[in-house]
């Protein structure tokens, strides 16, 4: 693709977003960043331009789709549209099945999933006319099975997963990749709340965000890692039977007894 291409990223005001907005303005790329905080999109948007790319600030939440559809009509204006869609915003609250709380269950659903769907469906008409684009959701390792006290996170990943394998097969053939990113543990806002001795392989924010750019790069079906967690997630704790599983996951996050959990390690 040209130096100029345009990419959305959805939550750069922090983490990952914020991140891989840096690096890909190193590329001379034009960005389009949006997030609820409009001063720390301002933060990023500076880091872009001293980095040598474009930067757009869209200030709103992907739980909207009267905003998402702003956003993107913006974008189409300044730009003509978007290249590459960036499906990162996310959020990840503290939860307990003892304390069963489905409000929280939507308000995870309502960002983690429909935040992107709002996305993809506001960029596939255009990038089908082009005959080419990207559009990558960052999905979790936690996508793989149902984590302790992370509920609607995980269900919220594995959600995610699911509907960019769907939109993959429908979209073969027609120039449009999507690929499917799982990370393990990445320093971010998000993974600051977890005691980081219980995050197992925890990246650096910049080598997370490169493994995960290079897998984009290479339109990859699924970019995870890092190996090791991406070893013992997706291919041996997916496939044990749930009698060995629920009882090791019950063991391995002890605080399940705590009548008040306290956040617990996600990734
Ligand atoms: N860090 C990890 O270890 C890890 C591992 C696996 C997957 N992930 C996934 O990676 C993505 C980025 O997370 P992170 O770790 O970088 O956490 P983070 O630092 O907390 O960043 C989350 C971003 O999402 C944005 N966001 C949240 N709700 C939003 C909303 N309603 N509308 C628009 N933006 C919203 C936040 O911006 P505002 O608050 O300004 O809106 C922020 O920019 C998430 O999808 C997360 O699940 C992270």
Redesign the pocket.
Known sequence: MSEKTRVVI??????????MAVQLARRGWRIAL????ED??KEVAKAVQDAGGEALILV????EPAAVKAHYATIRETWGGVDWAIL?????DSEHGRRFNAEAVRRTF???VF?AAYWIEAVIPDMLRAKRGVIAG?????AYRGLPQSGS?SAS?AALVTLLESTRIDLRGTGVDVVT????????????RNNEKD?WF??E?DD?VRRLLAGIDRRKREVHFPWQLSLLMKYVIHNLPGCIYEPLAKRLIKRDKRPAAPAPT??
Do not use: H, Q, W
């Not at 709103?60 to 739980?63: E, L, M, N």
């Not at 990113?181 to 993974?191: A, D, I, M, Q, Y």
């Open positions: 959805t939550g750069a005001t922090s983490g990952l977003g914020k991140e949006t997030g609820r905080r720390k999109l709103g939440s992907v739980t990162n915003a996310g959020i990840g309502d960002t983690n935040g960052i999905a979790s390792l936690a996170y990943k990113v799982c990370p393990g543990f990445v320093k971010s806002e998000l993974t600051a995050m925890l990246l924010t997370g996600r990734a």
